[in-house]
């Protein structure tokens, strides 16, 4: 019973590097999501899916990059690294969308120097 | 713009002491209140959904309750498990469909 699973559990990147953050989940879910969360900060919303080929911006979006080309994935790719995107990501998925019933991965702590 | 704040920041309880966690919220049109439970090193788990004052949600040793200003986390009789930090968000009517913002957690430590 996997649930959301996330890869890598941990990365540090140079500054202007690009990487894919990987998301899965096995619950046939329509609904995912990427957050970062940020110390002293609330989670915030970077794009979401509401189903296979269908993506929109979030509340931070600049900098990264989504698609949805099956249920199960939803990779976030970081275009050119950025200290500020120093952060933990988590991957989300629902079934109903919205703040209810989020099925989190366990994260990735991602540094950029 | 939607804001939730949380208080206190940290709790250290000793064992069997209960206590309540705040989580404060401005919202136009509230759609649901939310409680999520993060251990170290973990995703947030959900724990409740509020939908209209004065409705109450129970799990085990955890009772959320919701006002038109705030909730309330009432833990009763905590043990060392309960241990993590407890996330509140909101979700407006307005504002788009995935439009949820969270307060950044109370850090509750249950001393056995």
């Known amino acids: 019973n996997a649930g959301v699973t996330q890869t890598p559990k941990f990365q540090v990147l140079k500054t202007g590097q690009s990487m894919t953050l990987q998301c899965a989940q096995d619950m046939n879910h329509e609904y995912m999501s990427w957050y970062r969360q940020d110390p002293g900060m609330g989670l915030r919303l970077i794009h979401y899916s509401v189903g296979a080929g269908i993506t929109d911006q979030g509340e931070v979006p600049n900098g990264y990059n989504v698609s949805r080309s099956t249920t199960e994935d939803f990779p976030l790719r970081l275009l050119s690294a950025a200290p500020s995107q120093t952060s933990v990501y988590f991957c989300a998925s629902s079934e109903t969308g919205g703040g209810e019933k989020l099925f989190f991965g366990s994260g990735t702590q991602l540094s950029v120097l | 713009e939607d804001q939730v704040t949380q208080s206190p920041e940290a709790l250290r309880l000793q064992e069997g002491e209960s206590s309540s966690l705040n989580c404060s919220y401005t919202v136009s049109g509230l759609r649901g209140l939310f409680w999520y439970r993060q251990d170290p090193g973990k995703g947030p788990e959900f724990l409740f959904t509020l939908y209209s004052a004065g409705e109450e949600k129970e799990k085990e040793r955890l009772k959320a309750t919701l006002t038109k200003k705030e909730s309330f986390l009432h833990i009763t009789a905590p043990k060392p498990e309960d241990s993590a930090t407890y996330l509140c968000?909101?979700?407006?009517?307005?504002?788009?469909?995935?439009?949820?913002?969270f307060g950044i957690g109370t850090k509750l430590q249950v001393i056995p």
């Open positions: 968000a909101v979700q407006a009517h307005s504002g788009g469909y995935q439009k949820v913002t």
